[in-house]
């Protein structure tokens, strides 16, 4: 399992309300949260075969954008 980490616009619940059926509906990602906290809204994916850009295009989708730090 490898943890993926991106700076996101995904700032407040709203937003990961969004998110979150892109996100749960990709079955390769086994668990992923966005920290709205951090300035930078990280958001951490764990996932065995996933790359960066394609978690990215799952973001992106949900209308939103992604970007591997």
């Known amino acids: 399992m490898k943890t993926l980490k991106f700076k ?29 906290v951090n300035p930078d809204k990280i958001l951490t ?8 850009d394609e978690v990215e295009e799952v973001v992106k989708k949900a209308g939103y954008k992604a970007e591997k730090i």
């Open 45 to 52: 994916v764990s996932t065995d075969t996933l790359t960066a």
């Open 8 to 36: 996101t616009n995904i700032n407040c619940s709203g937003c990961i309300r969004s998110v979150t059926p892109f996100l749960n509906g990709e079955k390769e990602i086994a668990h992923w949260e966005v920290d709205t």
